[in-house]
């Protein structure tokens, strides 16, 4: 990986929460696209379960394509998730090499004390793979595409503003405007869903307080990346009225070869204001770390 410069997601977690906290996974790999062995064989659209320390569920989406759902009652780190994957994805395609691609996945801890804390937490993980016969190839080096620091610097001002504009989009209900800026394939969500989704977590947020991108981080044509391209992480800050604490991350990709940016992923995790009122303020450090919240 290439950190060009630093000045701070195929999931999105932009779902109603219920009486929990909603967490991210960890930076590693962010911009993402790795117990015993068992042999399994599943029919098209059907559900098979491969059994190891947690649970991961197998659906054949085609030929030689495939969902892995991996389940946990409570929240794993995204490279553990990872790890319990690639193995299942190599029993999976079994003499072949398994390709994963886009994921996806959403965790969920319970806080603070009374009703809150007796809520269950809950760990989901989802990984389209292809099982491919084809031996891959080693003469694809990437090379890195900016060639200023100059340049570089150009990007983080742009895409600092863009991320602030894309939240005020979002809070002035503007949904047309801020899913022109979103890759829907890539964060495997069409626009009614991401509408939806948006619009449920805007009625429980309220009126923002402070939009604030804390931290921008350029990733210059990663070799461990999916496609090939410029990558822009937003690390973000916000409060709504409703909402005090909304942490995550942007992830905006600009192709080789392309002339503009769009989101691929999205990475978040909020506490409501009822919520923060259980939460004694010893923990709070706590729940920002899992929440990674970046200071500015």
């Avoid at 696209?33 to 190891?52: D, I």
């Avoid at 899913?179 to 626009?191: F, R």
Wanted: charged share 20%.
């Amino acid at each position: 990986m290439c950190n060009l410069t630093t000045a701070s997601s195929a999931g999105v977690n932009h779902k109603p929460p219920s009486s929990s906290m909603r967490a991210r996974g960890g930076y590693a790999e962010r911009y993402g696209t790795r117990a015993g062995m068992v042999s399994v064989v599943v029919a098209l659209s059907m559900w098979a379960t491969l059994v190891f320390a947690v649970d991961i569920s197998v659906r054949q989406l085609g030929e030689n394509r495939y969902e892995l759902l991996l389940t946990n009652p409570t929240s794993l780190g995204e490279n553990e998730a990872r790890a319990y994957i690639a193995n299942a994805a190599a029993a999976v395609c079994k003499n072949s090499t398994a390709v994963l691609g886009k994921y996806r996945f959403e965790a969920k801890e319970p806080v603070g004390s009374g009703m809150l804390a007796r809520d269950p937490g809950s760990f989901q993980f989802t990984q389209e793979v292809t099982c491919s016969f084809t031996a891959p190839s080693s003469s694809g080096v990437r090379h890195p595409t900016l060639t200023s620091p100059d340049e570089g610097q150009s990007i983080q001002n742009d895409i600092k503003s863009k991320s602030e504009a894309h939240f005020r989009l979002l809070a002035a209900k503007r949904y047309d405007e801020a899913y022109a800026e979103v890759s829907g394939p890539a964060l495997n969500t069409d626009q009614a869903k991401w509408r939806e989704n948006n619009q449920a977590f805007q009625t429980i947020a309220g009126e923002p307080v402070a939009i604030s991108i804390v931290k921008i981080t350029v990733y210059d044509n990663p070799a461990e990346a999916p496609e090939a391209g410029l990558y822009v992480a937003a690390d973000f800050s916000n409060s709504y009225v409703s909402v005090p604490i909304y942490c995550g991350y942007l992830m905006w990709f600009r192709p080789i070869g392309g002339s503009e940016f769009k989101i691929t992923r999205l990475e978040n995790g909020y506490v409501t204001s009822e919520q923060l009122k259980t939460i004694p303020s010893a923990q709070l450090p706590e729940i920002k770390q899992k929440l990674r919240c970046v200071d500015p």
